[in-house]
């Protein structure tokens, strides 16, 4: 074993003396008591699963209120209350349980997340998954807005489950004020909420790790973050060949709302529409795009542009003076310098939703069109100055963990994560429980993992040391116990010793 063990055998020094009469005639064998890991024969049927107040009815959902409440009050007597419904069993829809090999699942990607994080240098922050509602309340047009969960809490308080978590980060840094030393480079691992139409990969809860950095305005901060996207991608088993990033920057349709003379009081409803390029027809983009009040020849013309998936052609039409062009020029060089430059290509459509949005912007994709954004995210100057503050540049991304594991399912790649102890430590008398606790404890202060059985026979125990995947099974016997020793058992080899105590940490 890793951890030492150099100190287990004096630690149980006192015990085996306590324990074992043959080692001091001063003291006694104290009787323990057998303890139950349930209530006595007579009551257990009231807390059975199969009780008919526990019983999962799906037709209880649509019984009156009073009737559910009654489904929350157990009897006092033995049996369950007659006529009682059942609450429902499964989460509010569109959010999740997380079972034992769930978490597991959830927390290998998310220390992928900080480990990615770490190597890029970022410290990780943290804030209320309850918002202030006039946080995520910017601009009408925004779907985000139609999408909140939003209420009066009972000060009379207009407060949202956070459906993002970058306005979060700006308020903030908006806190911090000048004692913030800038840049900042933060990462977060939260809970967003948003209720939505739900496909495959979108959930009304989902968590999300964010990557930001506030106060560098030149495109390498870009370049940072999508090499970052990359690195995950790269962990987990992921390659260009399975995702790309498309690239394109909001200065493009600024540029051609500007071409065509679109009033600025429209940017905001236009990005919610071409945004949804290549999610919806062309034809149905252009419709709403002309219910606004675009003219139909404008309408053409900014399609046209938003098509574009060739970072030439986009330079013919806008020149290579603008800054659109000049911004993604830098930042296709130094995906060269990277080394990610298969991973990213250009596509004039994606513009993101979201109104903050001020520069260059990028979001993550399957090659095989099967899933909705992995992530995404981009520049926003304005977004602190959006609240009052001092305008200080700033990007960022988002990535949720529900689509990143859709796309391990369908690659293959998700890993295997079964629960493992180091051991099991196991009774054999009930006069043994004692010794068998000591033993437990001493192991735990040591760093080892184990878990104490009791009151089981053995066959039960040596298929929970399967469960468990145990590397040893340690027996406490009252023949080994009176020589000072325990026996243990390798699980992996098979092999089995008895050792003594004050050797118990050579032999582990």
Same mark, same amino acid.
């Given at each position: 074993?890793?951890?030492?063990?150099?100190?287990?055998?004096?630690?149980?020094?006192?015990?085996?003396?306590?324990?074992?009469?043959?080692?001091?005639?001063?003291?006694?064998?104290?009787?323990?008591?057998?303890?139950?890991?349930?209530?006595?024969?007579?009551?257990?049927?009231?807390?059975?699963?199969?009780?008919?107040?526990?019983?999962?009815?799906?037709?209880?959902?649509?019984?009156?209120?009073?009737?559910?409440?009654?489904?929350?009050?157990?009897?006092?007597?033995?049996?369950?209350?007659?006529?009682?419904?059942?609450?429902?069993?499964?989460?509010?829809?569109?959010?999740?349980?997380?079972?034992?090999?769930?978490?597991?699942?959830?927390?290998?990607?998310?220390?992928?997340?900080?480990? @990615? +994080?770490?190597?890029?240098?970022?410290?990780?922050?943290?804030?209320?998954? $309850?918002?202030? %509602? !006039? =946080? #995520?309340?910017?601009?009408?047009?925004?779907?985000?807005?139609?999408?909140?969960?939003?209420?009066?809490?009972?000060?009379?308080?207009?407060?949202?489950?956070?459906?993002?978590?970058?306005?979060?980060?700006?308020?903030?840094?908006?806190?911090?004020?000048?004692?913030?030393?800038?840049?900042?480079?933060?990462?977060?691992?939260?809970?967003?909420?948003?209720?939505?139409?739900?496909?495959?990969?979108?959930?009304?809860?989902?968590?999300?790790?964010?990557?930001?950095?506030?106060?560098?305005?030149?495109?390498?901060?870009?370049?940072?973050?999508?090499?970052?996207?990359?690195?995950?991608?790269?962990?987990?088993?992921?390659?260009?060949?399975?995702?790309?990033?498309? @690239? +394109?920057?909001?200065?493009?349709?600024?540029?051609?709302?500007?071409?065509? $003379?679109?009033? %600025? !009081? =429209? #940017?905001?409803?236009?990005?919610?529409?071409?945004?949804?390029?290549?999610?919806?027809?062309?034809?149905?983009?252009?419709?709403?795009?002309?219910?606004?009040?675009?003219?139909?020849?404008?309408?053409?013309?900014?399609?046209?542009v938003l098509s574009i998936k060739s970072l030439s052609d986009l330079e013919d039409i806008l020149g290579?003076?603008?800054?659109?062009?000049?911004?993604?020029?830098?930042?296709?060089?130094?995906?060269?310098?990277?080394?990610?430059?298969?991973?990213?290509?250009?596509?004039?459509?994606?513009?993101?939703?979201?109104?903050?949005?001020?520069?260059?912007?990028?979001?993550?994709?399957?090659?095989?069109?099967?899933?909705?954004?992995?992530?995404?995210?981009?520049?926003?100057?304005?977004?602190?100055?959006?609240?009052?503050?001092?305008?200080?540049?700033?990007?960022?991304?988002?990535?949720?963990?529900?689509?990143?594991?859709?796309?391990?399912?369908?690659?293959?790649?998700?890993?295997?994560?079964?629960?493992?102890?180091?051991?099991?430590?196991?009774?054999?008398?009930?006069?043994?429980?004692?010794?068998?606790?000591?033993?437990?404890?001493?192991?735990?202060?040591?760093?080892?993992?184990?878990?104490?059985?009791?009151?089981?026979?053995?066959?039960?125990?040596?298929?929970?040391?399967?469960?468990?995947?145990?590397?040893?099974?340690?027996?406490?016997?009252?023949?080994?116990?009176?020589?000072?020793?325990?026996?243990?058992?390798?699980?992996?080899?098979?092999?089995?010793?008895?050792?003594?105590?004050?050797?118990?940490?050579?032999?582990?």
């Open positions: 074993m890793q951890t030492s063990m150099a100190s287990v055998g004096h630690a149980l020094h006192q015990t085996l003396v306590f324990f074992n009469p043959r080692l001091s005639n001063s003291f006694k064998i104290l009787p323990l008591p057998i303890a139950r890991s349930f209530p006595p024969q007579k009551q257990r049927s009231r807390w059975a699963v199969s009780s008919p107040a526990f019983a999962i009815s799906q037709s209880s959902l649509h019984q009156s209120s009073a009737t559910q409440d009654d489904a929350l009050s157990v009897g006092t007597d033995e049996g369950a209350v007659e006529g009682a419904s059942a609450i429902d069993v499964n989460p509010p829809r569109g959010t999740r349980d997380f079972l034992p090999e769930d978490m597991r699942l959830r927390q290998w990607l998310f220390q992928n997340f900080r480990e @990615v +994080s770490r190597l890029l240098s970022f410290e990780e922050v943290d804030f209320p998954v $309850l918002e202030s %509602e !006039a =946080l #995520f309340i910017r601009k009408a047009g925004e779907e985000i807005t139609q999408q909140l969960y939003n209420f009066e809490d009972k000060g009379g308080r207009r407060v949202v489950l956070r459906p993002e978590i970058t306005p979060s980060l700006a308020r903030l840094v908006m806190k911090q004020g000048k004692s913030a030393s800038l840049p900042l480079k933060w990462f977060t691992i939260g809970q967003c909420w948003r209720y939505e139409r739900m496909t495959r990969g979108r959930r009304r809860e989902h968590y999300q790790w964010n990557m930001d950095i506030i106060g560098i305005s030149k495109v390498r901060a870009e370049a940072e973050l999508i090499y970052a996207i990359v690195l995950l991608f790269e962990r987990l088993g992921i390659t260009a060949q399975d995702v790309g990033i498309k @690239v +394109s920057s909001r200065k493009v349709l600024q540029a051609a709302l500007d071409k065509f $003379l679109i009033p %600025e !009081a =429209l #940017f905001t409803k236009v990005c919610v529409i071409v945004d949804k390029l290549g999610k919806i027809p062309v034809d149905e983009i252009e419709k709403e795009l002309t219910s606004l009040g675009v003219p139909v020849e404008a309408v053409k013309g900014i399609v046209n290579s003076e603008g800054e659109a062009v000049a911004d993604l020029k830098k930042l296709f060089s130094l995906a060269e310098s990277y080394g990610y430059s298969q991973w990213i290509q250009f596509d004039a459509s994606v513009v993101r939703g979201l109104a903050y949005y001020t520069g260059i912007v990028f979001e993550g994709f399957d090659r095989e069109g099967k899933l909705r954004a992995i992530c995404g995210g981009g520049r926003y100057d304005r977004l602190l100055s959006m609240f009052g503050g001092d305008e200080v540049p700033a990007c960022g991304f988002g990535f949720g963990d529900a689509v990143i594991v859709e796309l391990l399912k369908e690659k293959g790649l998700l890993p295997n994560l079964p629960h493992n102890v180091d051991h099991v430590v196991f009774a054999m008398d009930p006069s043994l429980e004692g010794p068998a606790s000591a033993i437990t404890a001493a192991l735990r202060r040591k760093g080892q993992s184990v878990d104490l059985v009791e009151d089981r026979r053995l066959k039960w125990v040596f298929k929970h040391c399967e469960r468990v995947n145990a590397s040893r099974l340690i027996l406490v016997g009252s023949s080994e116990w009176e020589k000072g020793m325990v026996r243990v058992k390798n699980l992996t080899t098979r092999e089995e010793n008895d050792v003594k105590l004050d050797e118990l940490d050579l032999f582990l």
